[in-house]
């Protein structure tokens, strides 16, 4: 599976736009604030159902437009689907090969993706929300039942977290059964990612930082995955006072350790940097072999990521994974075979 075309209309900057993709590298360079970044939001939205960089679909509609449309041919086999993403600031709208459907929700795992920006930084020493973020994108793109319980957990925490605010106990338990039983599948399937996760953490880290560093990654679960629902029940006191629910997957963690130390506090910015790219490639080498087709891997300002000699090492790698997109202000060396468009003022030129 890998996207064949795209064309958008009042999307960011985009008025208008019409993209033919090569289904292996692709280099989007311009100079900054042209559309860069912006096509490969497109491409994730198309990929995910969401934006990586914008909270609301009205940040994506042009300026003084009403509504943006997307139109995506993805080809699979020789066979081609397309799909048609809009809103006009009231209704979001998808419809693929046809049918219509009023979220965009089963987008994800139509085209399996993965995506590596400067942002990034933040899974190496940023806020734990960055890290949950990472595993809720990628475990939803490969498990449909994952979504259900992660939505169910937060529904049925939403409702407990109101009970506990109003300090009524009356069918605060049901709540808490609900959540428990959701709990556990999410901490189960949170756990075996990040076992699948070692190791190929540690054989790309390898090859990024020249066999110099080893590279580990641990996850920080807040609650056991048994007994969580007698926890829950013990807490009933302590978190009535707070009104909040202090424990569950929406507390969980996970760190990244370079020669047995965490990233956050120990490493130095090259090395988080090395550690983030591993990951991510990690992410792409599970996620492909999840699929059996080669994931989409996207990466917005190439240069920004690694120092020269790692920058090296991941531009060659590029070379052997699927369907690539790469933002970059100047051409990057190394990446020639590479299909190479010009952006400029929300315009795309073919090169």
Known sequence: MHLKSL???NFRNYAEAEIHFSPKLNVLHGENAQGKTNLLEAI???ATGRSFRAQQ??????EGQPFFFIEAILLKEEIEHKLQISF?????KLVLDGNAYGTLQHLLGLLPSVLYTPSDAELA???PMARRRFLNLHL????PLYIHHLSRFWRAMKQRNTLLRQKKGDGIECWEVEMASSAAYLLQTRQALITELKAPLEQISQRLSSTRETHEIRFQPSYPLEGYLAQLQRNRGREQHLGLTL????????????????????????????AVASLRLSE???????????????IDDLGLHLDEMRSALLTTALASLGQVFVTAPHLPSGLSDAKRFRVTSGKVLDE
Do not use: C, M
Not at 259 to 273: I, P, W
Not at 284 to 298: F, I, R
């Open 7 to 9: 064309y958008l209309r």
């Open 44 to 46: 994730y939205l198309v």
């Open 57 to 62: 679909l009205q940040e994506l509609i042009r």
């Open 88 to 92: 006009d600031g009231e209704t979001k």
């Open 125 to 127: 020493d940023g806020s």
């Open 140 to 143: 939803a793109q490969r498990d």
């Open 247 to 274: 424990t569950g997957p929406h507390r969980d963690d996970f760190s990244l350790l370079i020669n047995s130390k965490q990233t956050r506090g120990f490493a130095s910015e090259g090395q988080k940097k090395t």
């Open 284 to 298: 792409w080498e599970l996620l492909t072999k999840t699929a059996e087709v080669p994931a989409v891997l996207g």
